[in-house]
Nanobody
């Protein structure tokens, strides 16, 4: 059974940093991409960052230059380094992985940017 667990969310002041982690449990093979999405209250889910085979990355326009996605060599963990956080980054952040052609989601972790 595929299970993705996020961690690292919390409350941070504007300009601060957080590092989110996502861990895939179980003996899973066939991960081809990892991504982070977010959903703010009253808004739809948006792609924040994704990483595919070969290390190709893609970022949402609002986070370019501030956020960095990475993964471990086994594809079982993914990370999102978030710097220079802004109040508009406040949202629930979801980890997603594509495993043998299917997309799986974590339960989400809350990130709140406020003074």
């Amino acid at each position: 059974q595929v299970q993705l667990v996020e961690s690292g969310g919390g409350l941070v002041e504007p300009g601060g940093s957080l590092r989110l982690s996502c861990t895939l449990s179980g003996t899973i093979y066939g991960v081809t991409a990892s991504a982070w999405y977010r959903q703010a209250p009253g808004k739809g889910r948006e792609m924040v960052a994704r990483i595919a085979g070969g290390g190709t990355t893609d970022y949402g326009e609002s986070v370019k230059g501030r956020f960095t996605i990475s993964r471990d060599i086994t594809w079982k963990s993914a990370y999102l380094q978030m710097n220079n956080l802004k109040p508009e980054d406040t949202a629930v952040y979801f980890c997603s992985m594509v495993i043998r052609g299917r997309q799986f989601w974590g339960q989400g972790t809350q990130v709140t940017v406020s003074s």
